[in-house]
């Protein structure tokens, strides 16, 4: 199932997206909240007639560097024996649509296209066995970095948490099994360019290490969301570029980026 986060007339629900063309999409709106139990309604609005939001509004976003082998070499990083976290805050959080707002204090912007797994419930130490039982879905993401401020600052919390710089979206799939989420395609292009191409497989620590990981450290909650990791290929954006991540069987999700006013 694709649950969608939409507003439409000033009110906001979740909706199950049903349809495969994309200009036949429709929503039907959830009763309640999707990490308990819920009912559809049976009450369908058109897709188009709405605007999409950031599919979950998450606590924390935890994300992970450096675990794709390829981009740790094109940035002249080595690659971490453990798994390497840190954070973007919930104000980083955007929506597939909106605006990436090109922070004044940095002249160096990237893209990196990202596989985002989104919490189901609360837990903590959760066991390897038990990781497939916490998760809600998969959405994309687009972990926006500030790459001469990430080098200069020599930690990570303005160049990669500014606000805008986590767009999610640009719905939650809550279908795919860990086995089918550890293989998928992950590409982004810019302007209708590809800029990265890969596969979920060529992560370094898989997507039960990471979460083992961080619950080991502190409570995950429902709509928490874990980014596992960019593909090698990121890059520059500029005012006016349309940046788009699309990982398979999940869809695409589409931002634009502008001067920050």
């Known amino acids: 199932m694709r649950i969608a986060r939409f507003s439409i007339d000033g009110n906001v629900a979740f909706g199950a997206v049903e349809g495969d063309k994309p200009d036949e999409l429709v929503l039907d709106i959830i009763k309640g909240i999707p990490f308990a139990d819920f009912q559809l309604s049976g009450t369908k609005v058109p897709l188009s007639k709405v605007r999409l939001l950031p599919p979950v509004l998450p606590n924390k976003v935890v994300a992970y560097g450096r675990n794709y082998a390829d981009h740790a070499k094109e940035l002249g990083n080595e690659v971490p ?22 922070p004044s204090f940095s002249a160096d912007v990237h893209h990196e296209a990202e ?66 989420a550890a293989d998928l395609t992950i590409q982004l292009t810019v302007n209708g360019e590809q800029r990265q191409l890969g596969r979920t497989s060529e992560m370094i620590h898989p997507i039960e290490d990471l979460i083992v990981n961080i619950s080991e450290a502190m409570t995950l909650l429902p709509g928490d969301v874990i980014l596992t990791g960019t593909p090698a290929g990121v890059g520059p954006l500029t005012v006016g570029d349309e940046v788009a991540v699309t990982i398979e069987g999940i869809g695409t999700l589409t931002n634009k980026v502008v001067k920050r006013g």
Do not use: H
């Open 81 to 102: 024996d453990v798994p390497f976290a840190f954070f973007k805050p919930s104000t980083s959080v955007i929506g597939p649509g909106d605006d990436i707002q090109y």
């Open 115 to 180: 596989l985002a797994v989104v919490i189901g419930r609360m837990c903590r130490e959760v066991p390897r066995e038990r990781v497939k039982d916490v998760i809600f879905g998969y959405t994309c993401a687009n972990d926006i970095t500030a790459r001469d401020v990430q080098k200069r600052e020599k930690q990570w919390a303005r160049a990669k948490g500014f606000d805008t710089s986590c767009p999610l979206g640009p719905w939650v799939e809550t279908d795919l099994d860990l086995g089918t």
